[in-house]
């Protein structure tokens, strides 16, 4: 019998079940859409009934939140196996999320409902003239977004209205994001902050840690941990935020292992697939969650692989199998070095592997790591 079932047939899922595998904790997964069931690392897929199979496993979490009315959920959340059932029904529902952050008295920035065109006058007068409209469900990757300005409405669809919220757009002076897990115990153990970088929308780098921002460490972990206590959470959350002139402001939440910390495969003493197994599956964790070193985590976003990303030392390429789709992400780099020198010369050595796209991201993240060095 396997330990774990993953709800979701995509990278982070592979990932778990990759990382299980070094610790023996045993991880299927099953695509919410089809039902079939994926054992372990494989992409072989098998049509069991995901029902009948899913009472087998001890502990069902889940890669992915957006699963609102998902026939194969519905049956799992039956199950005593299903992970967080508050925070699965919660956190996906931005409207509720963001009505949670002010609720705990955590910062996020200013929001209210949409329920008509009409409000746009009265949310530029509370709010500011610069504000972003999001989806109450589904929003990924900046999808279901649309700006409005002192001179445009945004454009919004007609039907979209009452399924959104609109919120003060916030000039950050960075995006940072906390990944912590909440063990069975009620223990918390946190990574240290790292920096973002998104263009539309879209993660393409993050520096781990985010030494510019040590100083907020203490405030983000005792932020997440009332949101994690609060949900009576188990396993990893990610906390995504601005640094902004009015602080730290939480952005968003998502109850699973995150983008934003695939750097800890090769940067941390745990990654968070670890983090998050440990925690689900009740076993301790017996020492202080650290990075080695420093770390970047370049995204590879609809792009073709390169073997040269296996043979650079101190480069970890994972490539997730997915078929190609423009804008699609297809796998990511880690690059982990003792210091700050040697990462900004690890990652100028990838740069002759990257295409056109990758290599200007890589160069906008070597500047920034740059800035950080004087
Ligand atoms: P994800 O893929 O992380 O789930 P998402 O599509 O759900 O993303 P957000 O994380 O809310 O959406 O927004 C995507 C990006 O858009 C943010 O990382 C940030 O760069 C920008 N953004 C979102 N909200 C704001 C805001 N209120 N002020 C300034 N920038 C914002
Ligand atoms: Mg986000």
Request: hydrophobic share 40%; proline share 5%.
């Amino acid at each position: 019998m396997s330990d774990v079932l993953v709800v979701g047939a995509g990278q982070l899922g592979l990932m778990m079940a990759s990382a299980g595998a070094r610790f023996g904790i045993s991880v299927d997964r099953v695509d919410h859409v089809s039902g079939e069931l994926l054992p372990g690392t494989s992409s072989v897929r098998f049509a069991e009934d995901p029902l009948e199979r899913g009472k087998t496993y001890p502990v069902i979490t889940a890669e992915l939140e957006h699963l609102l009315g998902n026939p194969l959920v519905e049956g799992l959340k039956d199950l005593d196996g299903w992970l967080n059932p508050q925070t699965m029904d919660l956190l996906p529902a931005r409207d509720q999320q963001k009505a949670l952050l002010d609720q705990l008295d955590v910062a996020t920035s200013a929001w209210q409902e949409l329920t008509s065109p009409k409000q746009i006058g009265e949310a530029r007068l509370r709010l500011g003239s610069d504000l972003i409209v999001k989806s109450i469900r589904d929003g990924y990757d900046g999808k279901g977004q649309w700006i409005i300005s002192e001179h445009s409405n945004g454009d919004i669809p007609a039907e979209a209205f009452g399924n959104i919220i609109v919120e003060k757009k916030i000039p950050f002076e960075r995006e940072l994001s906390l990944i912590g897990a909440r063990l069975q115990s009620g223990e918390c153990v946190y990574f240290p902050l790292v920096e973002n970088y998104h263009q539309h929308g879209m993660l393409r780098y993050t520096i781990a840690p985010a030494e510019k921002a040590k100083h907020l460490q203490p405030e983000a972990e005792v932020m997440l941990q009332k949101i994690m206590k609060s949900l009576d959470y188990v396993g990893v959350m990610a906390m995504e935020c601005f640094d902004s002139s009015q602080g730290l402001l939480v952005n968003e939440l998502a109850p699973r292992v995150h983008n934003s910390g695939h750097w800890s495969q090769s940067g941390a003493n745990f990654s968070q697939f670890d983090l998050h197994l440990f925690a689900i599956t009740g076993r301790p964790i017996n020492q202080p969650v650290k990075a080695n070193g420093m770390s970047v985590m370049l995204n590879l976003i609809g792009c073709e692989l390169n073997p040269d990303w296996y043979s650079l030392p101190g480069i970890q390429c994972w490539w997730y199998g997915k078929s190609w789709r423009e804008n699609r992400k297809l796998g990511h780099i880690n690059i982990t070095a003792y210091d700050l020198p040697a990462l900004i010369s690890k990652c100028a050595e990838l740069l002759p592997t990257l295409d056109d796209f990758h290599r200007q991201m890589m160069n906008l993240c070597i500047e920034n790591l740059q800035k950080k060095s004087v």
